[in-house]
T-cell receptor, first 112, second 109 residues
């Protein structure tokens, strides 16, 4: 079974803090994605990566950055957290030849 | 970017009733995927539709892709309490997914 894990299920941070969200997948997938999920808006793509050290902006990259130093790990970074970044963050991965995305359990981030 | 609209946003049904969620786009979709997210869970892939007019079935679930590839639907026959959750459609273009807003299904036993 494909497994995608995320470092925390719940996280509370203060405005202005630097926040790291970690995602690890164990199936040697080339592609990894970060989404945020807000009620009524579905999932919106923040950043994705096709390979180690490669990153591409998604639909809403502002206020975020990412890092992919190893194939299995994709990190989302909030340089200076703001209250409007309070959300559920979901990581996903897929192979280059497949199309089904496998999601992690999500991190519910609250910025106060 | 591409926008995928999904309706309704919420649906309450009595157990045993049918349920349908619709996904619409103003432009032609490459293909469409459907995911289910249980309450407190994460999205889980259900199916992908690629061909114009394609219809696929999974037990009580019927997925349809419009002839013009601008809309899709998911129909559940005789809902059960296990069907509770949010159903998302998403266009898959080059491994990037653009999601609709989701339809939250609630089933009264």
């Amino acid at each position: 079974d494909v497994k995608v894990t995320q470092s925390s299920r719940y996280l509370v941070k203060r405005t202005g803090e630097k926040v790291f969200l970690e995602c690890v997948q164990d199936m040697d997938h080339e592609n990894m994605f970060w989404y945020r999920q807000d009620p009524g808006l579905g999932l919106r793509l923040i950043y994705f990566s096709y390979d180690v050290k490669m990153k591409e902006k998604g639909d809403i990259p502002e206020g975020y950055s990412v890092s992919r130093e190893k194939k299995e790990r994709f990190s989302l970074i909030l340089e200076s957290a703001s209250t409007n970044q309070t959300s559920m963050y979901l990581c996903a991965s897929t192979t280059g030849s497949s199309y089904e995305q496998y999601f992690g359990p999500g991190t519910r981030l609250t910025v106060t | 970017g591409q926008q995928v609209m999904q309706i309704p946003q919420y649906q309450h049904v009595q157990e045993g009733e049918d349920f349908t969620t619709y996904c619409n786009s103003s432009t032609t979709l490459s293909n469409i995927q459907w995911y289910k997210q249980r309450p407190g869970g994460h999205p889980v892939f259900l199916i992908q539709l690629v061909k114009s007019g394609e219809v696929k079935k999974q037990k009580r679930l019927t997925f349809q892709f419009g002839e013009a590839k601008k809309n899709s639907s998911l129909h559940i026959t005789a809902t059960q309490t296990t069907d509770v959750g949010t159903y998302f459609c998403a266009e898959n273009a080059g491994n990037m997914l653009t999601f609709g807003g989701g339809t939250r299904l609630m089933v009264k036993p």
